[in-house]
T-cell receptor
């Protein structure tokens, strides 16, 4: 079985400050991890993924995520938040043996001017 | 042009009506998915298809059916719509282990 948790329904951060959106997962085997962003009235857009290799993954719009196997986490980060980063963020996990990713419930990121 | 398109974008219907949501993709992917999004619940998988001859139920398939007419087309039907099927519906595509590409969504309201 595979599962993913996003422990925060909402994250508030001031513009210019660093942001972190948390994600933890549970799988049997090696995880394939993904982050997506959803802007209002839009579909989900892919941000970044970890399949293998370097634990620090860089993605679109200046976002990055760090894979931590011992803590089973894949937190999304950005050094300096923009108001335009305000959106809903989803973490997803699958394994090489599973066909379908499991999505978290989403975290609403609000960046205040 | 968008890689994954959905029609209609918005639909209001009445309880008991049959409706169809359509999805087309130009990504050339074999795998296609239908999801439902409700506030606070994330994405719930309704059906998925790995090729034209392969259809699989997801976690919430009751009350829904699908048709994979071609590699590029995957339709979702509600045979007899009910109010608790009011939601945002997304189609997505992917290849084997990589990210999914989502359509813009269909906002469905069942009165």
């Amino acid at each position: 079985a595979q599962s993913v948790a996003q422990p925060e329904d909402q994250v508030n951060v001031a513009e210019g400050n660093p942001l972190t959106v948390k994600c933890t997962y549970s799988v049997s085997g090696n995880p394939y991890l993904f982050w997506y962003v959803q802007y209002p009235n839009r579909g989900l857009q892919f941000l970044l993924k970890y399949i293998t290799g370097d634990n620090l993954v860089k993605g679109s719009y200046g976002f990055e995520a760090e894979f931590n196997k011992s803590q089973t986490s894949f937190h999304l980060k950005k050094p300096s938040a923009l108001v335009s980063d305000s959106a809903l963020y989803f973490c997803a996990v699958k394994t090489g043996g599973s066909y379908i990713p499991t999505f978290g419930r989403g975290t609403s990121l609000i960046v205040h001017p | 042009d968008a890689d994954v398109t959905q029609t209609p974008r918005n639909r209001i219907t009445k309880t008991g009506k049959r409706i169809m949501l359509e999805c087309s993709q130009t990504k050339g992917h074999d795998r296609m998915y239908w999801y439902r999004q409700d506030p606070g619940l994330g994405l719930q998988l309704i059906y998925y298809s790995f090729d034209v001859k392969d259809i699989n139920k997801g976690e919430i398939s009751d009350g829904y059916s699908v048709s994979r007419q071609a590699q590029a087309k995957f339709s979702l039907s509600l045979e007899s719509a009910i109010p608790n099927q009011t939601a945002l519906y997304f189609c997505a595509t992917s290849d084997l282990h990589n990210e999914q590409f989502f359509g813009p969504g269909t906002r469905l309201t069942v009165l």
